[in-house]
């Protein structure tokens, strides 16, 4: 029987309004806070302005760096990474979505070593080498990829075109706010993606873990029940705060070490798969994962089907065809889409594949079905 460990240092301040107690929160945490920010969102949204205040009113200095994009560049990290040293910040606040808080985190890693980011990334240096320079907070402004309750972080390297993922310990958040309120000035079709994306971060453990794991396969079918059930009431009602509530728990959750209970560690073969479509084309993470979804269940089937009927039968309630149920789903919230439509040039497949194996770690070599060059690309092609 494999051994599970379960260790966080994370503190994790969960509720509508828990906004509120950033500046409370950050004081016991440093003196120096250097808030990264994306676009204009939280310029405009007035929640800037008003960590900034609450920072100050609790007696710290504020900085802020802005410019995070979606598939967040290494490049913009390290920029970011030296204000943090000009400024010599001992407080970083994440204050966005998920490549916000990866960036963050890769920021931490930079400033903490004075290397270029990516070199954690791809391997090239080991942070358990270097002291942190800065606590970390995160508050995150969307339900999607729960980086706020773990020590995952993905970025990509613009000149390689590699999107790489690292788990380490300078990557936890000393404290994480998580205010659903928040998520509501988010855009609907960004509350899709988000919510596709949750679902796939269990769905793909769910479905690729040994067997023999009762109490995690329970843990992880009630995860994806209240994303299968609350996205769509997210997306019909955009002022639903109970469903952003379910949304936002169910975020923090399917990344974390808690889906671990009960064993079945498994991974995630189309998270390894898109990040080649979104490192090359810089598509949205949440649209590359919608239009891989039914094609990757459809394929798997031949080696996975016992775990695939058993996702229908106790998520989606059906004894037909889980990848039609799925398929369904999708277009519920909108989320029904394709590689062509997403501009993703077919000449391109093969390249595709082989970036998706050689950044994968070795997970894809070892899957019981997309394992090769060929194999994933016709899966891309099943997905055009
Ligand atoms: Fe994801």
């Known amino acids: ?8 240092p994370i503190k994790l301040v969960v509720g ?23 676009g204009s969102s939280a310029k405009k949204t007035g929640l800037l302005d008003k960590v900034s205040a609450d920072l100050k009113a609790n007696g710290l200095e504020v900085f802020v760096f802005e ?10 990290v390290d920029e970011g990474a030296r204000m943090a040293a000009e400024k010599n910040i001992d407080l970083i606040i ?17 400033y903490s070593s004075g ?14 080498a270097f002291q942190s320079k800065a606590a970390l907070m995160l508050v995150p402004t969307m339900a999607a990829t729960g980086s706020e309750f773990n020590h995952w972080s993905v970025i990509t390297n613009w000149e390689t075109h590699e999107k790489r993922a690292i788990g380490v310990p300078m990557a936890f958040p000393a404290t994480s706010i998580v205010d659903p309120a ?17 679902f796939l971060h269990v769905m793909e453990n769910y479905i690729t873990h040994d067997a023999g794991a009762a109490l995690s396969d329970g843990i992880r079918e009630a995860i994806m029940k209240v994303v299968v059930e609350w996205l769509p009431v997210a997306v019909k009602e955009p002022t639903n705060l109970e469903a952003r509530k379910n949304l936002s728990w169910a975020s923090s959750l399917a990344c974390s070490q808690a889906i671990t209970f009960g064993g079945g560690q498994g991974y995630r073969p189309i998270h390894l798969i898109e990040h080649a479509i979104s490192g090359l084309y810089d598509v949205q993470h949440g649209d590359g994962l919608s239009a891989l979804l039914p094609s990757w269940l459809r394929q798997s089937m031949s080696k996975r ?3 695939i009927t058993k996702l229908g039968k106790n998520v989606f309630d059906t004894d037909g065809d889980t990848a039609d149920a799925v398929e369904k789903w999708l277009d519920s919230v909108g989320m029904k889409t394709s590689l062509s439509k997403l501009g993703v040039p077919e000449a391109q497949f093969a390249a595709a594949a082989q970036n998706a194996l050689d950044t994968s ?24």
């Open 1 to 8: 029987m494999a051994t599970t460990i379960f260790q966080t």
């Open 16 to 38: 509508a309004g828990s906004v509120e107690k950033v500046g409370e929160e950050a004081a016991k945490l440093g003196k120096r806070a250097l808030i990264v920010i994306g």
């Open 67 to 76: 410019g995070i994009t979606p598939n967040p560049r290494s490049s913009t």
């Open 94 to 110: 994440g204050l966005g979505g998920g490549s916000v808080m990866d960036a963050s985190k890769a920021l931490k890693l930079a």
């Open 115 to 128: 290397l270029p980011s990516f070199d954690f990334y791809s391997g090239k240096a080991d942070s358990n």
């Open 182 to 198: 928040l998520t509501l000035t988010m855009p609907v079709s960004q509350v899709a993606k988000g919510g596709v994306d949750i």
């Open 305 to 307: 089907s016992a775990r």
């Open 361 to 384: 770690r070795g997970f894809l070599a070892k899957d019981a079905v997309h394992n090769s060059v060929e194999t994933i690309t016709a899966l891309y092609k099943a997905a055009f």
